[in-house]
């Protein structure tokens, strides 16, 4: 599929939940092969997603916040119809997650074939300033996986530090799902205005 236009942003809301699940699956299985088995990757994952994010919007955290970045099919025949809208990309944030470091941008997906077109910076600004408005002060960090050499060279490239570097988790403490012993990398932004700045 091709699109044209400028993405538009919105809030997520629970209907979206079977879009975003199949983003983040596709992310997975496009990043981690290696580190999540193979079963896992090529049979549950779309499952275990969907469950997982149904179940945020069920019960949603106040803190919590998801944008959503999509973009128009090329030749829609009834543009700003509902339908003619696709899912290209989301960012998940959660206030006040940790005491020293703030805002923890939970997830941050962009559709395969639209990264390197600003698409991901953009979400990322939106994040930012969605904690700069409701929380002055906080900062904000994420955790990406030792492994995603292109999403660490991209929060370099965005001023990110790496500050510190943990053993990863099984997806649902299931130790099957996982090969090895994996790291995961907590990047920091200790004031998350400088997010706005960037171009894409």
């Given at each position: 599929?091709?699109?044209?236009?400028?993405?538009?942003?919105?809030?997520?809301?629970?209907?979206?939940?079977?879009?975003?699940?199949?983003?983040?699956?596709?992310?997975?299985?496009?990043?981690?092969?290696?580190?999540?088995?193979?079963?896992?990757?090529?049979?549950?994952?779309?499952?275990?997603?969907?469950?997982?994010?149904?179940?945020?919007?069920?019960?949603?955290?106040?803190?919590?916040?998801?944008?959503?970045?999509?973009?128009?099919?090329?030749?829609?025949?009834?543009?700003?119809?509902?339908?003619?809208?696709?899912?290209?990309?989301?960012?998940?944030?959660?206030?006040?997650?940790?005491?020293?470091?703030?805002?923890?941008?939970?997830?941050?997906?962009?559709?395969?074939?639209?990264?390197?077109?600003?698409?991901?910076?953009?979400?990322?600004?939106?994040?930012?300033?969605?904690?700069?408005?409701?929380?002055p002060g906080s900062g904000l960090?994420?955790?990406?996986?030792?492994?995603?050499?292109?999403?660490?060279?991209?929060?370099?490239?965005?001023?990110?530090?790496?500050?510190?570097?943990?053993?990863?988790?099984?997806?649902?403490?299931?130790?099957?799902?996982l090969n090895g012993r994996p790291?995961?990398l907590r990047y920091a932004w200790?004031?998350?205005?400088?997010?706005?700045?960037?171009?894409?």
């Amino acid at each position: 599929m091709t699109f044209e236009g400028e993405p538009r942003f919105r809030t997520a809301a629970p209907d979206d939940a079977p879009a975003i699940a199949a983003l983040h699956a596709d992310s997975w299985r496009r990043h981690y092969r290696g580190m999540f088995s193979d079963a896992f990757l090529d049979g549950e994952v779309a499952a275990y997603l969907l469950r997982r994010w149904t179940a945020r919007f069920a019960a949603p955290d106040p803190r919590a916040r998801t944008v959503l970045a999509e973009l128009r099919a090329r030749g829609s025949t009834s543009p700003g119809a509902a339908g003619d809208w696709t899912l290209v990309g989301m960012a998940h944030t959660v206030l006040d997650d940790d005491p020293d470091w703030g805002a923890l941008l939970d997830n941050l997906h962009v559709a395969y074939g639209l990264k390197r077109q600003g698409v991901g910076t953009r979400l990322m600004g939106l994040a930012a300033r969605t904690v700069l408005a409701a929380r002055p002060g906080s900062g904000l960090y994420l955790w990406v996986f030792e492994q995603n050499a292109g999403a660490r060279a991209f929060y370099d490239a965005r001023g990110g530090t790496c500050v510190e570097s943990v053993d990863v988790q099984p997806p649902g403490d299931d130790p099957s799902r996982l090969n090895g012993r994996p790291k995961g990398l907590r990047y920091a932004w200790p004031d998350p205005a400088k997010l706005l700045s960037v171009r894409p």
